[in-house]
């Protein structure tokens, strides 16, 4: 079926990039329950490690101790109290194909084959386990990569002009509901047949801008939205870690099953995402938490406080897992119901912001959240990671992240697996999953001296330049590598779109212009890419 893409996208110079665990669901926080949700949340924590020694029993080097992150997540600690017994304890859960949807995985010599994905060879593309709009686990497809959605196609302002490689007809869009956060409708792509008034929204109201959209290569429509059951369903399921963290499965309808995430045991709380090369304590993924000023019933702020926790997730999508206090979890109490104000010094006023309140419960024992470790595991130059509980590995991290991440011993750095325009993959260095983009910005009116935008940490940074979509891929492909050499001290910026135009911009500051130099994509190490049959 050939090389199908990794699940994340590179982002930009100056931009944060979400690195998450797995797709986040919109339902219950009990993974008994058929909407539960994999590993959400972004948080940042470690860098790269020496690690490139050790053995493939333990998972090599890497840091054993440590880690980063809030205070809630330094006041919690590991145990010798386990929540699960010595002889209940499994094995790590490998990814595995149906009859349907069939694993996607990226190999390097020395390691197990690294899971990135399913393939539907029903629709013929890559799909990720995400809430569909019945409220069900679904493998729904992936975008285009590049998508572009433009002003309307209808009166109600539902479907969408996407100006797309005309291989994508007939490919699909996620379409984000706002009415629950992490839950997702799919439409596909269709030929516009005819020359058709463009719409747009302006503060919820659908008007007709009084311009049309000609039929035209490149120029696709969505369709009508899909039954959510065109798509494989799938629930989640536990399997025992070491101490006090259990593995979450997927189980797919048609038989397919891979890893999906981590929660603490006693209460089942999910954990928040991880990074490579990082260490800490299992963090609630969906926690509330308690503001820093006092709430009231009353709209003079007058009478006893409530002690309640802020949530800024619809409640009928997902309920708080816990409620954060400073360096402590609590247990979620009831939903609390009537208006709610805050005192900040001597104004009063009705708290808007968040979508619900929660009475707060019993301090959660920080014992009971797990431990976790991550660090690269294998004996060749790649080395994936696996995240650990006490030196038993629970998960491959890449079953996981938004993207593939190794460790190379050679260059003892973190590096991330992209597909270049050779249809190779190789492992180019990263921090944190992120690589940035390479734009179009220049110093020259003819747009031929090259420059990157900068401001955080560029010294010796690495760039990929992107080559524009001409076959539906879902994923970047890229044509070039570059770094950072040394800021430009003078010169203005111009910008360019494709070689169609060059024109001036000062919207940034010259210091923020790097020169660059081109290297060689063949010097970073291969990684094989490959459908199971």
Not at 11 to 35: I, K, M, Q, R
Not at 85 to 113: C, N
Not at 229 to 243: A, K, L
Not at 477 to 487: K, L
Request: glycine share 12%; proline share 7%.
């Amino acid at each position: 079926m050939g090389n199908i893409r990794g699940k994340g996208a590179l982002v930009a110079v100056g931009l944060v990039g979400a690195s998450l665990l797995g797709p986040v669901a919109c339902g219950s926080s009990t993974p008994s329950d058929e909407s539960m949700g994999g590993m959400g949340g972004d948080d940042t924590g470690g860098g790269p490690s020496d690690g490139s020694g050790g053995d493939e029993a333990t998972g090599g080097g890497g840091p054993s101790s440590g880690g980063q992150g809030s205070g809630a997540e330094g006041g919690m600690g590991g145990s010798s109290d386990c929540a699960i017994a010595e002889g209940d304890r499994g094995t790590m859960p490998v990814a595995e194909s149906g009859t349907r949807l069939k694993v996607m995985t990226l190999e390097v010599e020395g390691a197990p084959p690294a899971f990135r994905g399913f393939y539907d060879t029903e629709l013929e593309v890559p799909c990720d386990f995400v809430e569909a709009t019945d409220g069900q686990l679904r493998c729904l497809p992936r975008d285009p990569e590049g998508y572009e959605s433009q002003p309307f196609a209808d009166a109600e302002c539902t479907r969408a002009f996407a100006f797309m490689p005309s291989a994508c007809l007939g490919r699909f869009k996620r379409l984000h509901m706002q009415d629950c956060s992490g839950r997702y409708g799919v439409r596909s792509l269709e030929e516009l047949n005819e020359t058709t008034p463009r719409y747009q929204s302006i503060d919820g109201d659908c008007t007709d801008s009084g311009y049309s959209v000609e039929p035209a290569d490149g120029v696709l429509v969505e369709g009508d939205e899909l039954d959510p059951e065109t798509f494989v369903g799938g629930t989640v399921t536990r399997v025992p870690g070491d101490c006090n963290a259990t593995v979450l499965v997927l189980e797919a309808d048609d038989g397919a099953r891979a890893p999906y995430g981590i929660e603490q045991t006693r209460d089942h709380i999910q954990c928040a995402s991880l990074q490579p090369d990082s260490s800490r304590t299992c963090y609630p993924a969906f926690g509330a938490f308690v503001p820093p000023s006092e709430l009231f019933s009353s709209p003079t702020c007058e009478g006893e406080a409530l002690a309640l926790g802020y949530w800024f997730q619809d409640p009928t999508c997902r309920e708080p897992a816990a409620i954060e206090n400073g360096a402590e979890m609590l247990h979620v109490g009831a939903r609390h119901e009537g208006d709610v104000y805050q005192s900040f010094g001597e104004d009063c006023s009705q708290e808007t912001n968040a979508s619900a309140f929660y009475e707060i419960g019993e301090v959660i024992p920080a014992e009971s959240f797990p431990f976790l470790d991550v660090r690269p595991s294998g004996t060749g130059r790649l080395r994936p990671y696996l995240v650990y509980e006490n030196d038993r590995p629970l998960i491959d991290l890449n079953a996981l992240l938004s993207f593939e991440t190794f460790y190379d011993t050679e260059s003892e750095t973190e590096c991330r697996a992209v597909r270049f325009d050779d249809g190779v993959y190789r492992c180019i260095p990263s921090r944190g999953g992120n690589i940035p983009l390479l734009g179009d910005v220049f110093l020259d009116d003819a747009c031929s001296d090259r420059v990157s935008m900068c401001t955080y940490e560029c010294d010796d940074q690495i760039l990929l330049h992107e080559v524009p979509p001409v076959d539906c891929t879902t994923e970047p492909v890229w044509s070039g590598v570059f770094q950072h050499d040394a800021v430009v001290s003078s010169g203005n910026a111009f910008f360019s779109g494709d070689g169609a135009f060059c024109t001036e911009s000062s919207v940034f500051p010259e210091q923020n212009f790097w020169s660059i130099t081109e290297l060689d994509p063949t010097d970073y190490p291969v990684v094989e890419a490959s459908v199971e049959e």
